[in-house]
Structure formats: C-alpha cells, structure tokens
C-alpha cells in the first residue's frame, strides 16, 4: 500500500534514445508515469528538480494521481536516479558486522572519502571491468620497449590491478541545502533513498599507495537505483535488509540496523565541512561479505552479474563486461 506523499523517482529513456526524462513508478517494477510529460515546466534534470523543493514534489504527487501520462515498463531504460550530483559522499567502515570480518576497530568518527559523478550508471547498466584492472598473467607485465639512444627509460609499470569487488550501499539523497546541520533536523534535509553499489578495485584501494579514490572512482563504479525513494515511503531506514548476491550466490546479508553511524550523525558531521545542496549522494558503507575478505579472496570478471537489494527500496543488478 502506498502511504500518502510517498513516491518513486525515476530518470528514464524512452523508446528511440530519446533525451532523458523525469518519472515515477507506479510501485515497485512497475509501470511508469511520464512526469516530463504530465509536468513540462518541471526540469529534465533530477538534481534541478530537486532544487525545486516542495513545489517540485507537489507537481510530482499530482501527476501520480492523476491516472494518465502511463508507460509499460518494458518500453523504457530505467537511469540512475540522479545522474548529476554536485558530491557523492562515501563513509568507510560503517557497520558493526563489516569492521569484525576485517578485525579492525569501530571507528570514533566517521570516514569520509569520494566518488566523482562520472562513476554513477542505471540500475541495470553494465559495469565495465577497466583495462587498468585486469591482466591475463599476474606477475608478468610486458617489458617496456627500449628507449633511444641517450634517453632515460621510464621507471618499470606497475602490475595491473585485478581485483574489482562488490559492496552494495544504503544512498541518502539530499534535498535541502545546508551547512553546520544539527542531528536533530538532519533528517529534514534528506529527500530518500537508492541502492547504491560502491564497486572497488581493491589493489588500487588498499596497496598502489592506498589510492582510495582511484580504487573507487573507475567510470561505471557507482551503479544506483532503481528510483528515489521519498522518506516517507520508508519504515524506518535504520532496519532494512540489505543484501547482495554475484551469479546467484549471496555474497552479503546484513540490516542497515548495523550501522556505526546513522544519518543524522554522518549529516550533521558531514556538513561541518562541506555544504550539502540538493542531489547530493550520501553512500553510508558496506555490511560485510564483500570479495576482499573471503577465504580465500573472490573478485568480479567479466560476465559476472551482481544484484543488490535493500528492503522497500528495490533492486539493481548490472553485468560485468
């Protein structure tokens, strides 16, 4: 049953490539309304018509009670929901469960890192396996050719990483502009919720001088979707299930009950240092059975399928090419 208010936030395409555009499902895997197409004042872009604040999310409302504008889900490619964020924050060690697989202390204060936006892809686009993360015999690169006579060779290549893995991710959006929020309004500046998958190239990340933000940023490392879920959709975002499973097999199964830090405290430390605007991603960490940690380790290939869950929110699942 939907709750009064409650939405489904889509970007999509429509038959013929067509420029993207604004909508809403129905429910979960439903059809789609064409809020474009209800709504032509609204903008295209999600972060823009998050920008809109409350008027934006009135129009939405009364183009989901409308009855018309509807789309078979079959005739549109679901995008990420927001496709343009001005930040996409990341927080590290963030479950209780994922820091005792490592055996590493709960952290005192949050971890914060990034991911640019050029990593951000739909619900069910591919994850490309870069060029940079795979090599066909480890422990052999190619020698470099010889230089001319006189010059000075370049310093030997490093092995190319291969080890990219899964982290399926509860992502708060962020729906009104603030700075220095208080834990006790934190929540007002959020707008919803997405699955998110922090994919990770863990030789980048945590050997290759601990590079976390290369390990995290390659192009297709953000899959997200597969629609903004507004708050007030959601229960209670600190006890959902949140699952991710590779070719069938499940990888992680853990509560966002686990988390360190909840939203209001990961906003209101956030915000100390940066300014939260509107379409800003929040990724609030992994549970644990993520690839790195298993005995012994297993890493994504291409043609592997990773599908991610969170209870109420949806499900991605993006192939690995």
Known sequence: MRLPGAMRLVRFRGAGGAEPRLGLEEAAGGSLVDLSAAEP???RSMRAFLESGQSGLAAARRALESGRHRLPRG?????????????VICVGLNYRDHCLEQDVKIPREPIIFSKFPSAIIGPFDDIVHPQESSVSTPGTPTPPPRPPHGVRPLPAPRLL???VDW???LAAVIGKKGRHI????ALDHVVGFMVANDVSARDWQMRNGRQWLLGKTFDTFCPLGPALVTKDAVADVHNL????????RLMQDSSTSQLVFRLPKLIAWVSRFVTLVPGDILLTGTPPGVGAFRKPPVFLKRGDEVQCEIEELGTICNKVV
Request: proline share 12%; aromatic share 0%; net charge negative.
């Open 182 to 185: 208080e834990e006790s309004s």
């Open 75 to 87: 005739t549109v490619r679901l995008l990420a929901p927001v496709g343009d964020p001005e930040k």
């Open 41 to 43: 004042a609204l903008p």
């Open 167 to 169: 982290e399926v991710e």
């Open 161 to 163: 990483p291969q080890e």
């Open 241 to 248: 299930s949140i699952r991710c499973s590779v070719n069938g």
